[in-house]
């Protein structure tokens, strides 16, 4: 069966930067992109890019540009995404998510949450 | 940016009734839509695909229509577990974005 499986939770000074994992497991990792989508507490959700594992393209929101790097790497089936220079408007939960096709979200990780305060 | 606006943004309803939740787009999307259901604490999960289609493993009294700008998701008879956030998503271009949510509770 699919599954991703993220790492914990973070607390992060303004400034810093985070870098989150994603496991996946029970399906061919090279076929699928990955999305990476946030939730502000109490917010709707947000889409920040994808990744594809096939070749390593990438698409970024743009208001995330020059902050936002996602990579995979095949060896481990993981896929990561790092944010730089983070603000307290990056507080959120951060969702990996598998792509399929051009845009469905067919499974989702468990979520991290990410907490950015002095 | 394509703008999705969700409504009602919350809703609430009885056992057994029928719901009713539109999206519409701020452009034409084609059927390019997608339906999420999002319980506290949990992660999204997908439900209905390319505007219509049932996920795999999905109860059947959920469904979605809609083409265009405007589209329908339904739940045709609420069942408690249906308590939940619910989103839709275009990705008919990038950036893909989601409609704001509408939370249903039961009355």
């Known amino acids: 069966q699919v599954q991703l499986v993220q790492s914990g939770a973070e607390v992060k000074k303004p400034g810093a930067s985070v870098k989150v994992s994603c496991k996946a497991s029970?399906?061919?990792?090279?076929?699928?992109?990955f999305s990476w989508v946030r939730q502000a507490p109490g917010q709707g959700l947000e889409w920040m890019g994808w990744?594809?594992?096939?070749?390593?393209?990438?698409d970024y929101a743009q208001k995330l540009q020059g902050r936002v790097t996602m990579t995979t790497d095949t060896s481990t089936t993981t896929a990561y995404m790092e944010l730089r220079s983070l603000k307290s408007d990056d507080t959120a939960v951060y969702y990996c998510?598998?792509?399929?096709?051009?845009?469905?979200?067919?499974?989702w990780g468990q979520g991290t949450l990410l907490t950015v305060s002095s | 940016d394509i703008q999705m606006t969700q409504s009602p943004s919350s809703l609430s309803a009885s056992v057994g009734d029928r719901v009713t939740i539109t999206c519409q787009a701020s452009?034409?999307?084609?059927?390019?839509l997608n339906w999420y259901q999002q319980k506290p604490g949990k992660a999204p999960k997908l439900l209905i695909y390319?505007?219509?289609n049932l996920e795999t493993g999905v109860p059947s009294r959920f469904s979605g229509s809609g083409s265009g700008t405007d589209f329908t998701f339904t739940i045709s008879s609420l069942q408690p577990e249906d308590i939940a956030t619910y989103h839709c998503?275009?990705?008919?271009?990038?950036?893909?974005?989601f409609g704001q949510g509408t939370k249903l509770e039961i009355k």
């Open positions: 029970g399906y061919i990792f090279s076929h699928y992109r």
């Open positions: 390319d505007a219509s």
């Open positions: 998503q275009q990705y008919d271009n990038l950036p893909h974005t």
């Open positions: 452009q034409d999307i084609t059927n390019s």
């Open positions: 990744i594809s594992v096939y070749n390593g393209n990438t």
């Open positions: 998510a598998r792509q399929r096709g051009s845009g469905v979200f067919d499974y």
